[in-house]
């Protein structure tokens, strides 16, 4: 997603732009579940990602209608809103903190009990003890967008290279048995980015994420509108409905390194925990299970900014890559064109770790 | 798996045989376990069903021996013999009803405590109650068994014909622009077989099952070497070892119509009861969900027989189609060349309807 974004954008000011990837939109974007919920996905010690996601969100409307307008096809956003709930005391407890958190940034959410919570959604169960509504964090159709993107950046005249980088230096991306020459490269290449240059070795790693992709059949309750976002006896759970009946149901986490197998015991906890808060999925057709890697940093934050001169860094997005793809292109078309980015994007910058 | 092993038989016998299927193997057979296990799936009221089945069973090993010498391929069949066991009271009396009821029918089982259990097959966890060793019911892997014999089919001279039939009558079986000339038509075409002659409408109806397709990763324990099969609640449930590590998972029944979408409550089930018998599938990788539909009839006899003149039934085989092919394909032959088949086949004749 942020290669191809950055791509996209960077074309469409009219830099010519060679997109090198075997297999584009193969990864973890593939694999999302395309939630855009800053504020649901909020965590005390992360103000810096919340700023970044939100100055992201508010670029997302203009963002998905010119993705739209240049691609001719459904930018995929979804504009219902997100409602973070919580099934026992504990998750209770976890809302209220989270309430707290954000207000005391200036943030205010409204705080709904459960029948609330049932009037908005009346497919929740009777587990679901209370909400938060949050009607300003979105959802988008990750395999919808990725399909626009790539039918913006051809159409902005974007050459797709069919090959795996191996390697980046300024001017150059090697690839197997030839190199690519450039002015400027930018690394996007997601849990791979860590192997192209020296400042990126060990810093971001592959936190493996499994979901489900379910579709409502006629003899079960429609998925949720909104968002279902929800801790679920102490496990992050969410529920992202799609336009066409489909519901995205995410996501494990486990630090295993490069492995992208779906496990039964990942299937099992998605559908266990996913049922507390939507009884009716049992009689779902389950449409496909998958697993990706998120290209993660130990602060959570990505890597926006210059590694040296000639190669630029936008990658370690962690679970941010379709949110944060609007201000991440354009930050790398501030750092293209020698402008100060957003303040946002300051803490991203690789300088954090020191050394550059 | 009925119609290619008659078309093999009956063409490796001198037969001219044409197979009317647009998608061989793409039906149940290709979701099936593989289960080849009379005494372990033994029933009040259905003797002439085990007496079907265990007449079929002692026909495999050299039907396996002739699919593997005429294809040059794998047969699939496993000798590792299979464990029935249970997890709770209910399970355990349930085991006790069918040591007593297999005694009265002259068939003696072994009955094993849980400790003897485990020290079969290690992997079994600690709700394993106890069990019965039943080392003569067997397993086949399908889908190298369809292989198999589409390549024995091919190789004895079987004439694939890529359509669907839509009726048959007495030497013809009409597709949809044309119609295929013959001597005798068989039909064996599962859940459809319904559809094609007004003796069989209404008497096999679609029970769909749903099973998982699991393989033991490297962090994980190996599967279990015997096939595993239990009343887990009181729901069936079976787990039949592959050779390469794989892992069926079996199997759901519903009688829902041609329905065969894997439903989300259906994979919870079969993860929360395999999971009793071997907790450590948590780790293995979830490869396929699928679902398939048994042919079934009242009795759960198949339908083994003269329709009419010129029109032979071998179809209705419930849950039975790997266990039955080879005493199918026997009775096929004996009724083509006017002999009297096994005793054992009489009880699946359609004169058991009356009116024929």
Redesign the interface.
Known sequence: MIGMSVAWRAAAVGHRVQLVDAEPASGASNVAGGMLAPIAEAWPGEEELLELGEASLRLWPAFADELGRASGLPSGLRREGTLVVGVDSADRAELDSLVDYLARLGRTVTRLTSREVRRLEPSLGPAVRGGLEVPGDLAVDNRLALAALRAAAAAAGVDFVAANAKRVRPGAVELEDSTVDCDVVVIAAGVHSGALHPVLKDRIRPVKGEI?R?RA?TTALPPPSRTIRGPVRGRQTYLVPRDDGGLVLGATQYEVGFDT?????G??DL??DA?RLLPG??????VE?AAGLRPSTDDNLPVLGWLEPGVLAATGHHRGGFLLAPVTGEAVLALLHGEEPATEIKAADPSRWGGQ
Chains 1, 2 share one sequence.
Request: charged content about 30%.
């Open positions: 489900l379910l059949r197998e779906v496990t039964v015991g299937v099992r559908i266990a049922e999925i049992a009689e779902y057709k389950l299970a």
